[in-house]
């Protein structure tokens, strides 16, 4: 079945540690996004990716990288920068934009210690 | 003021109740989409409209472009429908702008 698949499901890591979190679609879509969602928040856009080799900051980008060096993966990278790198990450995609219907993976649960 | 306002932000109600979670948004926006999370984290997406009403099962979802609000409704509500309601909307291009969302407990 076509989906997207996130992983780890939870992840720890020490402070000053870099992190990679997995985003793998086989969708056949386009676009590709990375949220950030904590309690009592709505979902805030990290980075986003319209086409392969090309990706977009969000509005919480500090801190955080992605690539996408093929159509089916955006894997994003939660660097030591980042402050207060606990929360719940989700990836997303839909076939061309925010017209078209959203897929989500499970999340990652990412906590720092 | 957020761009886009759900409410409320938590509901309780008892099995088979009518249920009603509105969404009023601020910006010109290209869909609105209403999407469910389960306790577990995952979303899956319910409903993406631009203009009317569409039903899926027991699930209506309505918008007012005019008006600038959408409404999601659940008939005959069951305990199963327990999640939290999110309202997104999306604007020009790529981006989605998300509501806070509204916590949905029915009780048996």
């Known amino acids: 079945d076509g989906g997207i698949t996130q992983s780890p499901k939870y992840l720890f890591r020490k402070e000053g540690q870099n992190v990679t979190l997995s985003c793998e679609q086989n969708l056949n879509h386009d676009a590709m996004y990375w949220y950030r969602q904590d309690p009592g928040q709505g979902l805030r856009l990290i980075y986003y990716?319209?086409?392969?080799?090309?990706?977009q900051k969000g509005d919480i980008a500090e801190g955080y990288s992605v690539s996408r060096e093929k159509k089916e993966s955006f894997p994003l990278t939660v660097t030591s920068a980042q402050k207060n790198p606990t929360a719940f990450y989700l990836c997303?995609?839909?076939?061309?934009?925010?017209?078209?219907?959203?897929?989500f993976g499970e999340g990652s649960w990412l906590t720092v210690v | 003021k957020n761009e886009v306002e759900q409410s409320p932000q938590n509901l309780t109600a008892q099995e088979g109740e009518f249920i009603t979670i509105n969404c009023s948004y601020s910006v010109g926006i290209s869909a609105l989409h209403w999407l469910q999370q389960h306790p577990g984290g995952g979303i899956v997406s319910l409903f993406m409209l631009s203009s009317g009403k569409k039903k899926h099962g027991r699930l209506i979802a309505t918008i007012n472009i005019q008006e600038k609000h959408s409404s999601l409704h659940i008939t005959a509500s069951h305990p199963r429908d327990s999640a939290v309601y999110i309202c997104?909307?999306?604007?020009?291009?790529?981006?989605?702008?998300f509501g806070e969302g509204t916590q949905l407990t029915v009780n048996p």
């Open positions: 997104a909307v999306g604007t020009s291009g790529s981006r989605l702008t």
């Open positions: 990716s319209q086409i392969v080799n090309d990706f």
């Open positions: 997303a995609s839909t076939i061309y934009n925010s017209g078209n219907t959203i897929y």
